[in-house]
Nanobody, 125 residues
Framework: QLQLVESGGGTVQPGGSLTLSCAASGSLDHYSIAWVRQAPGKAREGVACINNKDGSTYYTDSVKGRFTISRDNAKSVVHLQMNSLKPEDTALYYC???????????????????GGQGTQVTVSA
């Protein structure tokens, strides 16, 4: 399993943008990568995922049209571009990897392991 490190979080005003990065310790070629988030007192929520086989992407409804996930396998990094941020996007964001059974984005988002430190995103006026 890869070691993943999240970065890029911060505090922005509503309507602002941030780009999160998920840097991997090894090659991403065989892994799907997903982002999830957890706000205080709330359940973990799957945000976005990019499939390892065909590069297809999946987004939860609340971020469609605002967030874009992309991968650069040559640099072993996955980005989450977040635009038009809303206060309800405030959370700790984690990335996770999956292959085989967990290479399926829906499984990875629901059942994957997200054990990193995460990166905090705060959207506030």
């Amino acid at each position: 399993q890869l070691q993943l490190v999240e970065s890029g979080g911060g505090t922005v005003q509503p309507g602002g943008s941030l780009t999160l990065s998920c840097a991997a310790s090894g090659s991403l070629d065989h892994y799907s990568i997903a982002w999830v988030r957890q706000a205080p007192g709330k359940a973990r929520e799957g945000v976005a995922c990019i499939n390892n086989k065909d590069g297809s992407t999946y987004y939860t409804d609340s971020v469609k049209g605002r967030f874009t996930i992309s991968r650069d396998n040559a640099k072993s990094v996955v980005h989450l571009q977040m635009n038009s941020l809303k206060p309800e996007d405030t959370a700790l964001y984690y990335c996770g990897d999956g292959w085989g059974y967990y290479g399926d984005c829906r499984r990875l988002l629901l059942e994957g392991d997200y054990g990193g430190q995460g990166t905090q995103v705060t959207v506030s006026a």
